[in-house]
């Protein structure tokens, strides 16, 4: 079984940048697809990104589009969520979890969730 852990979250201005790392154990990530997913307080968990185990293809919802670049490195066993232009509507707890991904939802079945890190933008 998979175990998951986020880092990379913190405090950053408004326009500033985050690289949100996702650590796996226990399994080799390159068997997955990974989607990164966000909750702010109030608000429905959303599907921010997703990439694919197969052919390593990317897909982002509209609200970061342009702003976020997914990736992965399977030597580290590891996927990472690269976050520019942050704006106050980024701030969330933000989780990744081995899922499908599709054009649409991005993100799907998701599991093996991390507990997540904090993403807050203020200035």
């Known amino acids: 079984q998979v175990q998951l852990v986020e880092s990379g979250g913190g405090l950053v201005q408004p326009g500033g940048s985050l690289r949100l790392s996702c650590a796996a154990s226990?399994?080799?990530?390159?068997?997955?697809?990974i989607g990164w997913f966000r909750q702010a307080p109030g608000k429905e968990r959303e599907g921010v990104s997703c990439?694919?185990?197969?052919?390593?293809?990317?897909y982002y919802a509209d609200s970061v589009k342009g702003r976020c670049t997914i990736s992965r490195d399977n030597t580290l066993n590891s996927v990472y969520l690269q976050m520019t232009s942050l704006t106050p509507a980024d701030p969330a707890v933000y989780y990744c979890?081995?899922?499908?991904?599709?054009?649409?939802?991005?993100?799907?079945?998701?599991?093996?969730w991390g507990r997540g890190t904090q993403v807050t933008v203020s200035s």
């Open positions: 226990g399994s080799t990530l390159e068997y997955y697809s």
């Open positions: 990439i694919s185990s197969s052919d390593g293809s990317t």
């Open positions: 979890a081995t899922a499908y991904c599709s054009t649409s939802p991005i993100v799907n079945r998701p599991d093996n």
